[in-house]
């Protein structure tokens, strides 16, 4: 990812562009036919129908990114909590996957499996498959 900065923070999410395109369009359609004329009806249905199902996989991709973050932080704060002071660093070099997958590790075993996580890479899938004593994750949608 670019370094951010002023002139590069904006964010311009391009589902939401596609969705509103979705609407203009389905609202020019219904209003020719309503008002010019045109047989643009079931091409107005279809038009809706794709903006609702961008809208499904809209609100699908945002709530999984916002649970992301939110993992992320609840496992830092979980970590500089459980752990001696500086071994919560071997976070830094995790990806947000690994981070997540080891949302799952009891107290007891999380310091040791962050360690060996940092030290050899393990993929998140690697990381669940190490967990001895699962912490459940009933929140998550």
Excluded at 1 to 24: D, K
Excluded at 36 to 52: K, P, S
Excluded at 120 to 141: F, L, N, V
């Amino acid at each position: 990812m670019a370094a951010q900065s002023y002139e590069s923070h904006a964010y311009r999410p391009v589902p939401t562009a596609v969705t509103a395109l979705f609407a203009v369009t389905a609202l020019v359609l219904m209003y020719g036919q309503m008002f010019r004329g045109w047989e643009t009806r079931d091409a107005a249905i279809m038009v809706i129908i794709f903006a609702v199902f961008t809208l499904g996989a809209i609100s699908r991709l945002y709530t999984v990114a916002l649970q992301d973050r939110i993992i992320l932080l609840e496992t830092k704060v979980r970590c500089a909590e459980l752990l001696p002071a500086g071994r919560d660093a071997d976070l830094a070099k995790l990806s947000k996957k690994q981070i997540v997958a080891l949302r799952f590790a009891s107290d007891d075993e999380l310091g040791a499996l962050l360690e060996r996580a940092a030290r050899e890479g393990m993929a998140p899938k690697d990381i669940k498959a190490s967990i001895r004593t699962w912490r459940p994750d009933p929140h998550r949608t």
